[in-house]
C-alpha cells in the first residue's frame, strides 16, 4: 500500500481513506462514499429512466466525486406522483401528533449522524468543516426539532357570524415542491421540508447539481425514521430540466425557490403557465451594511467581516456593502483590511482555516470577473483580489474602497468574498444610498444610540435589519425578502402560512323553514 495512504476513523465511526498524495489539499476522500447516486422516491434509490447523470465535484481540487442521477421530466413524473399517492393514502390521514413524533426521530437520527453528514457537505461544497458542524448539520437538525413543535399546533380559528357557526381550517396544499441553492445544502433542505411535513404535506426536493451529496445522505435516513414511502422525495439533477418540469407540474400545489433573482423569474413563470401553484421565492441580496461614527469600532469591525466573509461570501444576506460614517472610515478601514488580509484560508478539512474554495469553477471565475470588471471601473482594491494557491477554487478575500453606486460591484449579487465599502455623511444620505440597488434582504447597523437604530431600523427597506451584529437566525424570526429579494417568509410561525391553505366552513344555525 502506498505510504500516502490514511485511514481514519471519526469520532462518529465513520470509516475515511485518504491518499495525501493526489489529495495534497488534504480533503477527506470517503471510500466508498456513504452516500447512494440514485434518486430517492418512495423510499427507495433509483437511477433516472434515461440512466443519465452528473459529476459532482470537490471544489478543494477540481476533482471529481461522485456522478449522481440526473432525473429528467419523466423522474419528476414518477416522484410527484409517489408524493401524491402518500399524501392522499397516507400522509393526510396522519396526526398532528405523528407527525411531530416522525421529525423528531428523524432529528434524532440525523444527529447520530452529524459528523458524516458535516464531512460529506464540506467535501462537496468546499465550507469549513467546523462550520458545516456547527452551522449547517446543528441548524439543520434545529430545525426539524423546531417545525416538529409546530405539527400539532396547527388549527384555525372560530369566527363570530351571524347565523352561523363560522370556523377556519388551516389545510395542508398536498404536494410542495422544492427547488433549493448550493450555498447552504443541508440548511435549505430543512427550511424547506420541516415547515412542509409539519403542517402535513409531502414534498419533492431537488438539490443543487453542484452539492448532492448531503441531501442523498439525509434521505437514506427517512426510511429509517419511519416516513411512509413517498413522503420525502429528494431528487438530484439539473435546473433547466427537473427543476424546470417541478416547477411545472400540474400536481405540485406549491413550489418553495431560493436562489438566483432570475431563475426565480422562471419558476415563477412556469408556475403561471402551468397550474397556478402557490409560489415562494428567496432570491440574491446586496445587503447593506451601516457603521456610525458611534458604533463600538472593535464589534463593527469583527461583524463586517462575518458580514461578508462567512461561507465565503456565498450568502444570500452577505453584508456586501459596507457604509462607514465619515469620522470612523479611516480607522475602520485600517482594521477591517487588517483582519481580512490576515482571514485564514485554504483546506476546508483544516479546522484553522476560515475559509475554503469558492463551490465551483463557474463561480470562481464569475467572481474574479467581477473583480475584474470593479478595478477596470476605477474602484481600488485596499486588500485581496487575486487567486489564493495553485488548485481548487480559493480566492483572497477583497475589500474594495473608492467605489461608486452605479459600479456594476456595488450593484449586482458577486456572491463572494468581495466587499465594496463606502464613505457617507448623513443618516439621510446612508438610507438613499442603501437603497441604491433593486434588492431588499437584509441590512445592518453600527450604532450605541438607541434611538438612532431603531429609526434606521425603521426606514431600512429589508426584510431582515440587525443592529450590532450580522447574519443572526433564530427559527423563532421570519426571513425573506422585500422588493426583488424574493417574497414569503420562511422560519417561525410565519413560515406555516406558505404550506397551508384556509378552508372557511359555516354551518347554518336558523331554521329555514319552521314546522310550527
Ligand atoms: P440558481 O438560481 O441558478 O440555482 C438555484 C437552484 O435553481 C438550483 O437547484 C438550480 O438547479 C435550479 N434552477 C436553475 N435553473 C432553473 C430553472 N430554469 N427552473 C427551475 N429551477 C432551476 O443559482 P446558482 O447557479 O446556484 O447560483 C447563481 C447565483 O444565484 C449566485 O451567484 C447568487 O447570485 C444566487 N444565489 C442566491 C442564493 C440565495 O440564497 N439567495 C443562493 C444561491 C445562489
Ligand atoms: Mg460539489
Known amino acids: 500500500m502506498s505510504p500516502t495512504i490514511q485511514h481514519f476513523t471519526t469520532t462518529k465511526?465513520?470509516?475515511?481513506?485518504?491518499?495525501?498524495?493526489?489529495?495534497?489539499?488534504?480533503?477527506?476522500?470517503?471510500?466508498?462514499?456513504?452516500?447512494?447516486?440514485?434518486?430517492?422516491?418512495?423510499?427507495?434509490?433509483?437511477?433516472?429512466?434515461?440512466?443519465?447523470?452528473?459529476?459532482?465535484?470537490?471544489?478543494?481540487?477540481g476533482k471529481v466525486i461522485a456522478k449522481v442521477s440526473e432525473a429528467g421530466p419523466e423522474d419528476v413524473d414518477l416522484a410527484v406522483h409517489a408524493a401524491e399517492k402518500a399524501y392522499n393514502d397516507v400522509w393526510s390521514k396522519t396526526s398532528g401528533k405523528t407527525r411531530s413524533r416522525l421529525m423528531h426521530k428523524l432529528a434524532d437520527i440525523l444527529e447520530s449522524h452529524a459528523e458524516e453528514l458535516a464531512q460529506i457537505e464540506t467535501l462537496d461544497n468546499g465550507k469549513g468543516i467546523s462550520f458545516s458542524r456547527g452551522f449547517d448539520v446543528a441548524e439543520l437538525i434545529q430545525c426539524f426539532r423546531y417545525y416538529a413543535g409546530w405539527a400539532d399546533k396547527i388549527h384555525g380559528k372560530v369566527i363570530d357570524t351571524e347565523g352561523a357557526f363560522s370556523f377556519t381550517r388551516h389545510e395542508p396544499i398536498g404536494v410542495c415542491g422544492a427547488i433549493i441553492p448550493?450555498?447552504?445544502?443541508?440548511?435549505?433542505?430543512?427550511?424547506?421540508?420541516?415547515?412542509?411535513?409539519?403542517?402535513?404535506?409531502?414534498?419533492?426536493?431537488?438539490?443543487?447539481?453542484?452539492?448532492?451529496?448531503?441531501?442523498?445522505?439525509f434521505a437514506s435516513l427517512v426510511a429509517e425514521a419511519g416516513f411512509p414511502p413517498g413522503v420525502i422525495n429528494i431528487i438530484t439533477g439539473y435546473g433547466p430540466r427537473a427543476g424546470d418540469a417541478l416547477a411545472r407540474h400540474s400536481k405540485v400545489g406549491k413550489i418553495a425557490f431560493t436562489g438566483s433573482t432570475n431563475v426565480g423569474r422562471l419558476v415563477m413563470k412556469?408556475?403561471?403557465?402551468?397550474?397556478?401553484?402557490?409560489?415562494?421565492?428567496?432570491?440574491g441580496g446586496k445587503s447593506p451594511n451601516i457603521i456610525f461614527d458611534d458604533a463600538d469600532l472593535d464589534e463593527a469591525v469583527k461583524w463586517a467581516h462575518h458580514g461578508i466573509f462567512f461561507n465565503h461570501?456565498?450568502?444570500?444576506?452577505?453584508?456586501?456593502?459596507?457604509?462607514?460614517?465619515?469620522?470612523?472610515?479611516?480607522?475602520f478601514l485600517?482594521?477591517?483590511?487588517?483582519?481580512?488580509?490576515?482571514?485564514?484560508?485554504?483546506?476546508?478539512?483544516?479546522?484553522?482555516?476560515?475559509?475554503?474554495p469558492q463551490v465551483s469553477e463557474t463561480q470562481y471565475n464569475r467572481i474574479m470577473s467581477y473583480i475584474e470588471h470593479g478595478i477596470k471601473e476605477g474602484a481600488k482594491v485596499a486588500t485581496g483580489g487575486k487567486r489564493h494557491g495553485t488548485e481548487g477554487y480559493f480566492i483572497e478575500p477583497t475589500v474594495f474602497t473608492d467605489v461608486k453606486e452605479d459600479m456594476k460591484i456595488m450593484q449586482e449579487e458577486i456572491f463572494g468574498p468581495v466587499v465594496a465599502v463606502a464613505k457617507f455623511k448623513t443618516l439621510e444620505e446612508v438610507i438613499e444610498k442603501a437603497h441604491l440597488t433593486e434588492y431588499g434582504l437584509a441590512a445592518a447597523v453600527f450604532t450605541q444610540n438607541v434611538t438612532k437604530a431603531l429609526e434606521v431600523s425603521a426606514l431600512l427597506k429589508a426584510g431582515?435589519?440587525?443592529?450590532?451584529?450580522?447574519?443572526?437566525?433564530?427559527?423563532?424570526?421570519?426571513?425573506?425578502?422585500?422588493?426583488?429579494?424574493?417574497?414569503?417568509?420562511?422560519?417561525?410561525?410565519?413560515?406555516?402560512?406558505?404550506?397551508?391553505?384556509?378552508?372557511?366552513?359555516?354551518?347554518?344555525l336558523t331554521r329555514s323553514t319552521r314546522s310550527t
Not at 35 to 59: H, M, R, S
Not at 184 to 193: C, D, S, V
Not at 313 to 331: F, M, N
Open 13 to 61: 465511526g465513520v470509516k475515511i481513506t485518504r491518499d495525501a498524495a493526489n489529495d495534497p489539499v488534504s480533503s477527506p476522500i470517503f471510500s466508498p462514499l456513504p452516500v447512494n447516486t440514485g434518486l430517492f422516491i418512495n423510499n427507495e434509490f433509483v437511477a433516472a429512466k434515461d440512466g443519465k447523470t452528473l459529476d459532482t465535484v470537490n471544489p478543494s481540487n
Open 182 to 217: 448550493w450555498n447552504f445544502p443541508l440548511l435549505m433542505l430543512a427550511w424547506k421540508i420541516a415547515p412542509a411535513l409539519a403542517t402535513g404535506n409531502t414534498v419533492v426536493l431537488k438539490t443543487s447539481e453542484l452539492t448532492p451529496l448531503s441531501g442523498l445522505k
Open 270 to 283: 412556469a408556475a403561471a403557465e402551468s397550474n397556478l401553484k402557490k409560489v415562494t421565492l428567496e432570491l
Open 313 to 331: 461570501g456565498q450568502t444570500c444576506c452577505a453584508g456586501s456593502r459596507v457604509y462607514v460614517q465619515e469620522g470612523v472610515y479611516d480607522e
Open 334 to 356: 485600517k482594521r477591517f483590511s487588517k483582519i481580512s488580509r490576515d482571514t485564514k484560508i485554504g483546506d476546508p478539512f483544516d479546522e484553522g482555516n476560515f475559509q475554503g
Open 464 to 508: 431582515t435589519v440587525w443592529v450590532n451584529c450580522v447574519n443572526q437566525l433564530d427559527y423563532n424570526t421570519p426571513f425573506g425578502g422585500y422588493r426583488q429579494s424574493g417574497f414569503g417568509r420562511e422560519n417561525g410561525k410565519y413560515a406555516l402560512d406558505n404550506y397551508t391553505q384556509i378552508k372557511t366552513v359555516k354551518v347554518n
